[in-house]
């Protein structure tokens, strides 16, 4: 298995853009996790699916963040409009049962 | 809520010395503990997983250990090497609820 699948790796945006973060989890997995990581405040959970019902968006930080898991095999995470306060890394990470495996990020600035 | 804290925040050590990283958690009901590696640019690496029922897990030179009433753990290396350096991460859970992060130990060891 290839692993968790992020895109883009990198994007860099003006401030009032929509920018729209992609995630394919390892097949067969039913858990899925969207984190952010910042120097300031670590690894924090943005929102997690389970059987790609949303379980829990208490992380979501206001309603510019939003996230959708149409299908087990994909899930997209979107922040309109973006600001300088979103730049981050953006981790999604999927499980079956204990271990969680991570993607290798989307690094997000936006200016 | 749950918080968790490692300590120290960054550890230089010379080339074969052994080490131990600190995780502390403030809710002992966890259900498991993780740690995790990182590298610079990179996603997370899961290294081992201790259930809330053991006391340590090997794999290699790591060795973790949980002592879960009194809400710590630690990642002890053996005979460390330059390709050891990274940030490690400690994370719980605590049931069927996603992995809440201390913000990490970053080490380098000079060779």
């Known amino acids: 298995d290839a692993g968790v699948i992020q895109s883009p790796r990198h994007e860099v945006t003006e401030m009032g853009q929509e920018v729209t973060l992609r995630c394919k989890p390892i097949s067969g997995h039913n858990s899925l996790f969207w984190y952010r990581q910042t120097m300031m405040r670590g690894l924090e959970l943005l929102i997690y699916?389970?059987?790609?019902?949303?379980?829990?968006d208490s992380g979501m930080p206001e309603d510019r963040f939003s996230a959708k898991m149409p299908n087990a095999s994909f899930s997209t995470l979107k922040i309109q409009p973006s600001e300088p306060r979103d730049s981050a890394v953006y981790f999604c990470?999927?499980?079956?049962?204990?271990?969680?495996?991570f993607g290798p990020g989307t690094r997000l600035t936006v200016l | 809520k749950q918080e968790v804290t490692q300590i120290p925040a960054a550890l230089s050590v010379p080339e074969g010395e052994n080490l131990v990283l600190n995780c502390s958690f403030t809710?002992?009901?966890?259900?498991?503990l993780q740690w995790f590696r990182q590298d610079p640019g990179k996603g997370l690496t899961s290294l081992l997983l201790i259930q809330s029922s053991q006391r340590e897990q090997t794999s290699g030179r790591l060795n973790a250990s949980l002592d879960k009433s009194s809400g710590r753990s630690t990642l002890y290396i053996a005979a460390s090497q330059p390709g050891d350096s990274a940030t490690y991460l400690c994370a719980v859970n605590s049931g069927n609820t996603p992995l809440v992060f201390g913000k990490g130990t970053r080490l380098s060891v000079i060779a």
């Open positions: 990470a999927s499980s079956l049962a204990d271990t969680q495996y």
């Open positions: 699916f389970n059987n790609n019902v949303p379980i829990d």
């Open positions: 809710d002992s009901a966890i259900y498991n």
